[in-house]
């Protein structure tokens, strides 16, 4: 599976901890990531995770386009429902591009170990039969 990790500024620790906590589950999976999250769980964990650029800077905007090309399979999200982002708007495309392609999100915690629970369980195998 593909798998997306972003994090508002204010959610990149709990980003860094989760990974932590289920690196093993995500060694089994191809990983990108916008860049300083991405780079902040690499060196934490170790994982190869493909970078793109930092968030403002346009990386939510490339993580979109594999979405809109039906290649990301889960996106874990972690964002700061506190504080106002400028670039929400466009965090907001994504999240329609997801309920659009039927890609599984966590925007929180919560959700997040919900989806890596079922991942490991093949909860979301289905996604190997939809992609075209």
């Known amino acids: 599976m593909n798998i997306a990790l972003i994090a508002h500024d204010a959610k990149k ?13 995500l060694s089994r999976h191809r990983l990108c990531a916008t ?13 190869e995770i493909q970078k ?5 800077a ?11 090309c039906d290649e990301i399979d889960l996106l874990l999200f972690f964002r700061d429902p506190l504080t ?6 466009k965090d907001m495309d994504m999240l329609r591009l997801c309920d659009m392609h039927n890609i599984p999100v966590a925007t929180n915690i919560a959700t997040g170990e919900v989806l890596i ?3 490991e369980r093949g909860d979301l195998d ?3 039969i939809v992609r075209p």
């Open 13 to 25: 620790e709990l980003m860094v901890q989760f990974c932590i906590a289920y690196c093993g589950i």
């Open 35 to 47: 860049g300083t999250t991405g780079k902040l769980v690499q060196e934490a964990t170790g994982l």
């Open 52 to 56: 793109f650029l930092i968030g403002s």
């Open 58 to 68: 346009g990386g939510g905007q490339q993580i979109s386009a594999r979405i809109g």
């Open 84 to 89: 106002a982002k400028p670039h929400e708007p």
């Open 117 to 119: 629970h079922g991942l």
């Open 126 to 128: 289905w996604r190997n």
